[in-house]
């Protein structure tokens, strides 16, 4: 009588990598792919070459056209008000942020990022993270460099250059937040990163041409809520201790944190719907 026994195995266990490990995995090999990207280097380069152009301008040039005005923290915040910061802004969170869901998506690449142990809640940051990092060398550049300047060549004492450092680097964080959601909302929901793109300007620039003729058509400045150039504005003239516009800057932070929150808890619940690995 023969007696079959069947062959074993032992299956060897990889260690598994730790949750700082897995997101600057995902960070890493996503912020190395988009550097590479000749699109993207050329919207970072235009966005630090106009920040510089403009802190060189507010230093050395406007206190030629206006003589007598007082360099404080506050006038630092010219530079940030700058319309043409909000534009290169959006290009750099576009480029930088468009793809980084929709690639995922289009190359059904996704599944196997949520499949265990990766949340979906790390993949988000992940992502966001490499928009953050384009984005703070975009705005927060900028509001970096003027008071530092300003300091070195004594136009003005540290202890103004500190203030409207600290208010720069907080209206910098707003700012990177607000985009780094907005555009990770639009590349959550298609697989198309030109659509992604082209919402994520749409969201912010859509209704700039309109509201000053709504503000007159309806005599009020209410409308003016509608714009996120307009909230950032209030907020950040709180960050720097100036008024800055007519909104309440309450209202308009409101605004900002809800379009942040919106915007991340849409894009988590569409990748999550994607997720085919129920989570442990």
């Known amino acids: ?3 079959l ?3 074993t195995y032992v299956r060897r266990e990889e260690p598994l990598r730790g949750r700082s490990r897995r997101f600057l995995t995902i960070f890493g090999s996503g912020l190395r792919r988009e550097l590479k990207r000749v699109s993207n280097i050329i919207a970072l380069f235009l966005a630090i070459a106009f920040g510089v152009i403009a802190t060189i301008f507010n230093i050395f040039v406007a206190p030629l056209i206006l003589p007598g005005v007082e360099i404080d923290a506050a006038y630092f915040f010219g530079t940030l008000a700058n319309p043409a910061i909000l534009f290169f802004t959006l290009i750099v969170a576009a480029a930088v942020g468009s793809g980084l869901i929709a690639d995922d998506i289009r190359h059904m690449s996704l599944t196997l990022y949520l499949s265990r142990p990766i949340s979906t809640a790390d993949y988000l940051l992940s992502k966001a993270s490499i928009v953050a990092f384009a984005l703070i060398l975009a705005v927060a550049f900028p509001a970096i460099l003027g008071p530092i300047v300003s300091a070195v060549l004594v136009y003005v004492t540290w202890e103004v250059a500190i203030q409207a450092l600290l208010a720069g680097t907080a209206f910098g964080l707003l700012a ?8 990770l909302l639009f590349s ?6 030109g ?5 994520t300007f749409a969201a912010a620039l859509a209704l700039e041409g309109i509201i000053f003729p709504l503000s007159q058509v309806f005599d009020t400045n209410q409308v003016f809520y509608l714009s996120l150039y307009q ?3 209030a907020v950040g003239g709180l960050f720097y201790g100036v008024e800055a516009g007519a909104l309440a800057w309450e209202a308009s932070l409101a605004i900002l944190v809800g379009v942040i929150l919106t915007s991340g808890t849409v894009a ?4 999550r719907s994607m997720e ?4 442990s």
């Open 5 to 7: 026994k069947l062959p």
């Open 276 to 279: 085919v690995v129920a989570p």
């Open 176 to 183: 990177t937040v607000l985009f780094s959601m907005l555009v």
């Open 188 to 193: 959550s929901l298609t697989s198309r990163k």
């Open 195 to 199: 659509i992604a793109a082209a919402g």
């Open 231 to 233: 909230n950032l504005l």
């Open 268 to 271: 988590y619940l569409r990748v």
């Open 1 to 3: 009588m023969v007696t």
